[in-house]
C-alpha cells in the first residue's frame, strides 16, 4: 500500500505523453480534470490524457472566489447546479482529501421593490425544482447576519432577501487536486506544460491535436480550455457563441470576527464572504469590454469597495491585500454549453463565464457521461451548442456577475 504523499509524487512524475488515446483533454482546470475523474471512475474509461498548457488551477479553477450555489433563475439551471452540491457535499469523503468545503448560507439581498420580487421569484423557483430558498425580511437578515447595515448607509435600505442555506465554499486549489488525484490513481494521466497548438482533422472528424511535445491520436478530444476556448473552436473551424470578458476579484486582511454567511447583493452587483484565514473576499461583475487582459484594475476596487463598504461598514476598517483577475467564456445566455459538436469526436464544456466553479461536479460528472455514452444525460442536454441555432436559449440572470 502506498500512503497519499507517496501516491502523489509518483503521480506527478515528469513523462512524455504518449502518441495516443482514447480521450484527450485540452485545459487542467476544474472541468477538464473532473471530466477525468469521472471517466475513469463511473465508465472505466481511463486511457485519458489532460493536456494543460501551464500548471493545473492556473486558469479560473485557481482564481474564483469558491462560492457554491443552486438558486440560479431557471428550472433547467436549479436541477444542474442542486446535483452539483450534492456532488460536493460528498467530495471529501469520496476523494479522501480536504477540501475545506463549508456550507455557510447564503444571502441575496434586495434593496427595492423590483429586487423584492426578483427575490421572491427565485424562492419560488427555487423551491419548485429542488433547491432550498425561502424570502426572510430584514429583521431576519439582521439575525443571520449582524453587520449588515439594513439601512444600506441611508443610499440603497435593505428590503429583505432570499435566504439559501445550502450556499457554501471550497478552497478551489484544493479540488483542481483532488480530481487531478483521483483520475490519476485510476491511471488518467495529466500533462502540464503542454499546450494544445492545433486540432488534427479528417473529414469531418477529429482524430488528435498538436503540442510541442508531439502529435497525439485521440477518437475524443474534449475542449475544457475556459476563458481560452474560442482559440480551440477556431482550430476546428468552429466559431463558438462565447465572448472572453475579464473578471476581477480582492481579498482583504484579517477580520477578526467571524462573519458566517456568504453575502450577495443583486442591486449592488457585488458579493462578499470570509475565507478560513479570516479574510474578506470580494467579488463583483464582469469588465463590459471583451479582452484577454489580466490586468486589475483601480475602477473595480473603487466600485466593490464603495458599495461593500454601504451594506457592511465593518469593511472600511480592513485594507486590500491583493486584487486578481481571470478570463471569462461568457456565453449569450449566461448558461454554460455542454455539447457535442458540428465536428464528430470533438466535445465541449464551456460558458461557464462567472459561474462555474460550483458546476464542477456536475458538469464534469454529466460530460463523462456524453463522452461514454453518446447521450447526453438529462440533466445536461438543455445545455447543448444547438440550442443558439433552434432558438432554445436558456436565458439565466442568476448571477451576480452578469448583470
Ligand atoms: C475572479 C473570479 C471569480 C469567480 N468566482 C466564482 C464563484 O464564486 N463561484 C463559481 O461557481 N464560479 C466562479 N468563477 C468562475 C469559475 O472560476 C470558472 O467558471 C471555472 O473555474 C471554469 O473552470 P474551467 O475548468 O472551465 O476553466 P479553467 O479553470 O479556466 O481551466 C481551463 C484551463 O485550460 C487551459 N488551456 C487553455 N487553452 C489551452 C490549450 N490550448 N492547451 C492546453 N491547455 C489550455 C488553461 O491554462 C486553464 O488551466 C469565478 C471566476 C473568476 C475569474
Redesign the pocket.
Known amino acids: 500500500m502506498t500512503n497519499p504523499d507517496q501516491e502523489r509524487r509518483i503521480a506527478f512524475e515528469w513523462r512524455e505523453p504518449r502518441s495516443a488515446y482514447d480521450v484527450v483533454i485540452?485545459?487542467?482546470?476544474?472541468?477538464?480534470?473532473?471530466t477525468a475523474y469521472y471517466l475513469a471512475t463511473r465508465h472505466g474509461i481511463a486511457n485519458v490524457a489532460v493536456?494543460?498548457?501551464?500548471?493545473?488551477?492556473?486558469?479560473?479553477?485557481?482564481?474564483?472566489?469558491?462560492?457554491?450555489?443552486a438558486n440560479y433563475g431557471i428550472p433547467e439551471a436549479v436541477r444542474f447546479y442542486q446535483r452539483s452540491i450534492e456532488l460536493y457535499q460528498r467530495l471529501e469523503e469520496e476523494t479522501e482529501r480536504d477540501l475545506m468545503h463549508r456550507q455557510k448560507g447564503l444571502l441575496w439581498i434586495a434593496h427595492s421593490e423590483p429586487g423584492v420580487r426578483a427575490e421572491r421569484a427565485r424562492a419560488a423557483i427555487n423551491t419548485a425544482f429542488g433547491a432550498r430558498t425561502e424570502f426572510v425580511t430584514p429583521e431576519e437578515i439582521a439575525r443571520i447576519c449582524p453587520q449588515v447595515d439594513l439601512s444600506g448607509g441611508g443610499i440603497w435600505p435593505v428590503r429583505g432577501a432570499t435566504y439559501h442555506p445550502e450556499g457554501a465554499?471550497a478552497r478551489?486549489d484544493r479540488v483542481?487536486w483532488a480530481y487531478a488525484e483521483g483520475a490519476m490513481r485510476h491511471g488518467v494521466e495529466v500533462h502540464q506544460r503542454?499546450?494544445?497548438?492545433g486540432l488534427r482533422l479528417d473529414g469531418g472528424r477529429v482524430t488528435g491535436v498538436e503540442?510541442p511535445r508531439g502529435p497525439i491520436s485521440a477518437g475524443v478530444v474534449l475542449a475544457?480550455?475556459?476563458?481560452?476556448?474560442t482559440?480551440?473552436g477556431e482550430m476546428a473551424g468552429l466559431r463558438l457563441p462565447i465572448r472572453s470578458h475579464?473578471?476581477?476579484?480582492l481579498v482583504t486582511n484579517h477580520y477578526e470576527r467571524r462573519f458566517e454567511p456568504i453575502v450577495a447583493s443583486a442591486d449592488l452587483l457585488f458579493?462578499v464572504s470570509q475565507t478560513a484565514r479570516g479574510e474578506m473576499l470580494m467579488?463583483a461583475e464582469i469588465d463590459r469590454q471583451p479582452s484577454y487582459s489580466y490586468r486589475s484594475g483601480h475602477h473595480f476596487l473603487q466600485y466593490t469597495a464603495f458599495r461593500a463598504i454601504t451594506l457592511l461598514p465593518f469593511l472600511r476598517d480592513l485594507r486590500v491585500l491583493r486584487q486578481?483577475?481571470?478570463?471569462?467564456?461568457m456565453s449569450p445566455d449566461y448558461s454554460p454549453i455542454m455539447s457535442a459538436t458540428p465536428v464528430e469526436g470533438l466535445y465541449l464544456?464551456?460558458g461557464?463565464?462567472?459561474?462555474?466553479?460550483?458546476?464542477?461536479p456536475a458538469?464534469g460528472e454529466g460530460m463523462a457521461a456524453l463522452i461514454a455514452t453518446g447521450e447526453p444525460p438529462e440533466l445536461i442536454a438543455p445545455f447543448s451548442l444547438d440550442r443558439f441555432a433552434k432558438d432554445r436559449t436558456l436565458a439565466d440572470r442568476g448571477s451576480a456577475?452578469t448583470h
Open positions: 485540452v485545459g487542467g482546470g476544474g472541468h477538464g480534470l473532473a493536456l494543460e498548457r501551464s500548471y493545473i488551477g492556473s486558469g479560473n479553477s485557481g482564481r474564483n472566489t469558491t462560492v457554491i450555489r465554499t478551489h483542481v503542454t499546450p494544445v497548438t503540442t475544457a480550455a475556459g476563458g481560452h476556448v482559440a480551440l475579464p473578471l476581477q476579484a458579493y467579488g486578481w483577475t481571470g478570463i471569462c467564456d464544456t464551456t461557464w463565464g462567472t459561474w462555474g466553479f460550483k458546476a464542477i458538469g456577475g
